[in-house]
């Protein structure tokens, strides 16, 4: 036993692997002072400061398993435990944990972010050394298969482990692995291979360096996998299964009902900055309706049976989680399938309390069926991509919207006001392909009336915020002036803002952004401001780069498959 709490393996000379000496002093003084270490400690992710840091820090990394009930009696064999990420969601959910990690001060730092849980054993060593008496119900293998051509000595280091995960197991056990798709959409347009920091070098065969880390296909994994395995179920999370906001099973996700949600999640490129190749979410539209999104997925999570899958279960067809929220405003929304094979959608919230309220805004759990078709929001961005700059036409779908809110807005004072309830009448919450045309999804209720003028101002915000991070090219973009281009649209919806529209609406959105968000009012009404001057020089501003991050972070983590109220 080492003085950092942790098992080392006499002889063993530690690995290389590491994020760097100064990311890990950052994580071990992170830890050593946190009071709150759960997978789902905000305080932790107050310390994020790079990706390094959001990777081992983000309460992202448990949403992977998240959605996952597991039979909490189980042993849990984790390898390559890396700083205790996983580790520490293990520890929550299952009766034993042994984590193993080749490096030193890694293995420290799982222990560290393990430090009260007692169920948790944390060695330091190639886990493929080790050769334990007992063995598991399960074996997690996050990110780390990959890694076998580095660390394990053997002629066919993948088969090699897949061999040792198999001789580890009960004869029932299960392997939970998560792994990085070779030919996952982002690197087809430009991303960095994750590892290898440098594009192209996965899909052309890593022949450039050889033997060291490399991902698989689907279908080559799969061939691995079922050497050893009798049962294996694929679960794609994205955008990748390192920050998921998203996990689907293979089912629906090849049913072509996943593309819209699948299309709104962006890929991250952790190292480039390269301009893709293609309109990433026009592409996945067209991926969903030919059943080619699983072989191109960003990552697999799989769960493989040396028997059968045992004490495992996926109780839906997907789960998303929104980001970036205020703690109580924080949802985790359930797709499931009944008997009769009709979808219905189920959005709670996080902390398990039936309401949220902050006073003026207010956010409950709902239920309701799912709703066919694409929103307005990705039927304008799929249209925008033409590179057309013709305003009028481009959003002429959405003359169905103005004219259900004008439908809807009352006269008051000579104003034409409409209920608060409307505040997430959005375009991405309304369906004007469905028969008759539906807003669903409304989440939100603001607890005082809002100008028609200033909600549509809202609506036209919001979308083009998302075009711009979907499709930065497309033609009506390349107006300046955020004004000048939510009034064109507007006026080409028949509605006709005045200065006092736009100027509630600031105070609309600012306050909706610090309560829901927890944005600084008076940086966000600057930003907003900026936005509606100047578009261009704004994304070029350094000073406000973090809250402009946040901001779109805030807007772009929208899922408008969160269906409830559907018409
Ligand atoms: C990408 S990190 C993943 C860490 C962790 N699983 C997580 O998801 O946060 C890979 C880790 O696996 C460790 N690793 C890779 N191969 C290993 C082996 N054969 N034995 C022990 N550790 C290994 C590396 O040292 C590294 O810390």
């Keep these: 036993m080492d003085e950092g709490d942790v098992w080392r393996l006499r002889g063993h000379e530690n690995f290389g692997y590491s994020d760097g000496r100064a990311s890990e002093i950052h994580l071990d003084k992170v830890f050593r002072s946190a009071k709150d270490l759960s997978s789902t400690s905000s305080e932790l992710e107050d310390h994020i400061v790079d990706w390094a840091s959001e990777y081992h820090l983000t309460r992202k990394r448990a949403q992977l398993l998240s959605g996952f009930k597991f039979d909490p009696e189980m042993t849990v064999l984790e390898v390559g435990c890396g700083c205790g990420s996983i580790t520490r969601l293990l520890g929550e959910r299952f009766g034993r944990v042994i984590s193993v990690e080749g490096n030193i001060h890694r293995a420290r730092l799982a222990r560290l972010r393990t430090r009260d849980l007692d169920n948790v054993t944390v060695i330091c060593a190639p886990f493929e050394e080790i050769v334990f008496a007992e063995k598991f ?6 990110g780390v298969f990959e890694y076998s051509g580095s660390f394990v000595k053997a002629e066919d280091p993948y088969r090699t482990v897949l061999q040792y995960f198999s001789d580890m197991l009960l004869d029932d056990g299960v392997l939970i692995l ?10 087809f347009n430009a991303a960095d291979e994750d590892h290898w920091g440098t594009p192209y070098v996965g899909i052309e065969g890593y022949h450039k360096r050889p033997n060291s880390v490399r991902t698989f296909g689907r279908s080559e994994l799969g061939r691995l996998l079922s050497e050893r395995f009798t049962e294996t179920r694929y679960f794609y999370p994205y955008p990748d299964y390192k920050l998921p906001d998203v996990v689907i099973a293979e089912d629906f996700l090849r049913s072509g009902e996943a593309g819209e949600m699948v299309s709104q999640v962006r890929s991250r490129d952790y190292t480039g900055r390269r301009p893709g190749n293609f309109d990433e979410p026009a592409a996945v539209l067209e991926l969903a309706r030919n059943d080619l999104l699983a072989p191109l997925a960003n990552s697999f999570l799989v769960i493989a049976g040396k028997d059968a899958v045992r004490g495992v279960s996926f109780d839906q ?11 109580p405003f924080s949802t985790q929304t359930r797709i499931r399938r009944d008997a009769g094979n009709k979808l219905s959608v189920h959005k709670t919230l996080r902390n398990g309390s039936p309401v949220a309220s902050n006073g003026l805004l207010e956010l409950a759990n709902c239920s309701s069926s799912w709703a066919d078709g694409l929103s307005l929001q990705t039927l304008l961005i799929s249209r925008s991509s033409s590179g057309s700059t013709e305003v009028a036409k481009l959003v002429e779908p959405a003359r169905a919207w103005a004219a259900a809110m004008t439908a809807e807005a009352k006269d008051r004072d000579g104003r034409m006001m409409l209920s608060g309830e409307h505040i997430d009448s959005v375009w991405g919450n309304f369906y004007p392909e469905a028969n008759p045309p539906a807003f669903i999804d409304r989440e939100w209720v603001w607890k ?6 200033a909600l549509a101002i809202r609506a036209v915000y919001n979308f083009l915020v998302r075009l711009e991070d979907a499709s930065p090219g497309a033609g009506i973009l390349k107006r300046a002036s955020g004004q000048t281009l939510i009034r064109e649209i507007c006026s080409a919806l028949g509605m006709e803002p ?9 105070t609309l959105e600012t306050r909706f952004q610090e309560m829901a968000y927890g944005l600084d009012p008076a940086r966000y009404g600057k930003y907003l401001r900026w936005y509606l001057a100047h ?20 807007l772009t983590a929208r899922f408008s498959l969160f269906r409830h109220a559907s018409g």
């Design 317 to 327: 067809e997907a789960v998303a989680y929104s980001s970036g929220r205020s703690e």
């Design 178 to 187: 998560a792994i990085e798709n070779q030919f996952g959409l982002k690197y």
């Design 535 to 554: 578009r261009p020089s704004l994304k070029a501003a350094r000073g406000l780069k973090t809250l402009a991050h946040r901001v779109h972070a805030s």
């Design 498 to 506: 005045e200065d006092r529209d736009i100027d509630d609406f600031v």
């Design 448 to 453: 005082e009336d809002i100008p028609l003028n």
């Design 137 to 142: 119900d399960a074996i997690a293998c996050i």
